[in-house]
């Protein structure tokens, strides 16, 4: 499989590898709008593979396995991000709830209720509520993309993969877990059911007694809420 350099062969892996291409898709595809196509991310996934044959290297200590799974999963999400299937006005709009989150999170020193997020806003209750269902479709990503880290160590450069930017990795994925641990139980149990149990909306409305559209404004609300606590401990 592997050269004297230490490199990859590509000698029957594409055909032994499109499968774990179409499971992640179709993880992945579960948790996207309806208007995303498998085969869009499957396609996506096949071109992370041939660049992670044509760049892996044996000596630097990973396998094969994970390194393609990894450059499938980031190919996929660059198609999604590439997309930009949000109107301006919403992009607008959700950036509006984030700040007026982090505000009133500041202000308020716990979690900030429905009512009070539309408050700020100067909107209805319902109206924040439809607000929300319209910019959650710019949300429905997998768990790593919250921390929208532009890049992952170890696959595009090498030269990132150094303790100090494992530590940074760390020090955000800590970060996220305690802002999610800091979530109302419901947002919280939500995301459990969304990002770990990999359940879809529809599943995870039967698991909360809600409707989907409910299940849509709730996680929504729980991304700007996690959105804003991560902005927050940068500054």
Known sequence: MYTARGKIEQTDLLEEYLPLVRRQALSMQVRLPASIELDDLIQA??????????????????????????????????????????????????????????????????????????????????????????????????????MDEGIEPGIEDATLDTPYHQLIDEQKRQQLVEGIEALPEREKLLMALYYQEELNLKEIGVVLGVTESRVCQLHSQAVSRLRARLAEQEE
């Open 45 to 146: 996934g096949t071109v992370g593979l041939l660049e992670a044959m044509g760049r892996f290297d044996s000596t630097q200590g990973a396998s094969f396995a994970t390194f393609a799974s990894q450059r499938i999963r980031g190919a996929m999400l660059d198609e999604l991000r590439s997309r930009d299937w949000l109107p301006r006005s919403v992009r607008r709009n959700a950036r509006a709830v984030d700040e007026a989150v982090r505000r009133l999170e500041q202000r308020l020193g716990r979690s900030a209720e429905e009512h009070e997020i539309a408050i700020e806003l100067d909107i209805g209750l319902d109206e924040y509520r439809q607000l929300l269902n319209d910019t959650n479709s710019g949300h429905l990503l997998p768990f790593e993309a919250l």
